[in-house]
């Protein structure tokens, strides 16, 4: 499918991906979308996790932005029935369709226990149920890591967003999806110089994630060794965490898109003792960058 230069222009080269929008105040959240909408930013990514009234919050920042895309990454399929997608799509206003990508994602075994099997066949029928109404081809995208489900991407939607990804497979994800097809993967960024605190943080963020076999199959592959992906080493921090001030997160952003990427989407984590409302300041930090 050809739909990169298209989405691309639509999203820009960077983007807000933000765990902390999918809550809080209202009237907080929709101050914060603005300002986003007004430096400049053109996408706003959202994680869906396990919520149930997922859709109900993409709603609500629709309706709270004005004109950036509303992307989620990613909607588990577990957790979220193609059905229920495909019926809230139909009572989208037209305004909302156009600016909505919905990143969709296969989530891990030990999230959804027992009933996970056969992921790519999964998928498969989850985007059969899609296309019976739902949002077409080109306002959906896979949360692709490993060959068969990028090529599932590449065939059946706009694209890939891969997440907790370093440059590398950025650069294996384009050569498997072809030059046509969306590529716009998560960049988590800690805007901290000392190199000791940085990783702290990076660590702390990184926790859940080394119980996910996806994410640590995928960094197998990528030749991080058991010691790395089980500690986790300074290798694998470097690698999935860009850090440092603004003009080094920049630098990470280039070499994503050198390898391929179309849009690179920015999760800014912080220490536990930063983490109330939005990180508004490091998003206008960050701005530079658009």
Not at 125 to 135: K, V
Request: proline share 7%.
């Amino acid at each position: 499918m050809n739909y990169s230069k298209k989405l691309g222009e639509k999203l820009g080269r960077v983007g807000v991906w933000s765990g902390e929008l999918r809550g809080g105040d209202p009237a907080e959240r929709a101050e914060a979308i603005a300002e986003v909408e007004a430096v400049g930013y053109r996408a706003i990514w959202i994680p869906g996790g396990g919520a149930a009234d997922f859709l109900d919050i993409v709603d609500a920042l629709l309706t709270a932005s004005r004109s950036a895309v509303i992307a989620t990454g990613i909607i588990n399929v577990w957790r979220v029935g193609a059905p229920q997608v495909v019926a809230w799509w139909k009572q989208l206003p037209p305004e909302h369709r156009t600016r909505l990508l919905l990143g969709l994602g296969i989530s891990h075994g030990p999230m959804i226990g027992a009933d996970y099997s056969r992921p790519v066949t999964t998928m498969k029928a989850y985007l059969d149920g899609l296309d019976a109404g739902g949002p077409p081809a080109e306002h959906r995208c896979l949360a692709a890591l490993a060959p068969k489900m990028l090529e599932l991407a590449r065939d059946r939607t706009a694209g890939s967003h891969p997440y907790l990804v370093p440059p590398e497979h950025t650069a294996i994800a384009r050569e498997r999806l072809g030059p046509n097809a969306l590529l716009a993967p998560e960049q988590t960024v800690v805007l901290e110089t000392d190199p000791g605190r940085a990783r702290e943080i990076a660590r702390s963020a990184l926790g859940v994630y080394l119980k996910l076999p996806n994410y640590v199959n995928n960094w197998r592959r990528l030749g991080f060794s058991e010691e790395d992906v089980t500690t986790p080493s300074d290798r694998l921090i470097d690698a999935i965490f860009a850090w440092g001030t603004p003009e080094a997160i920049g630098t990470r952003v280039k070499a994503h898109l050198d390898a391929g990427a179309d849009h690179v989407c920015l999760q800014v984590v912080r220490h536990e003792d930063d983490r109330k409302g939005y990180p508004r300041q490091a998003w206008r930090d960050l701005a530079h960058l658009l």
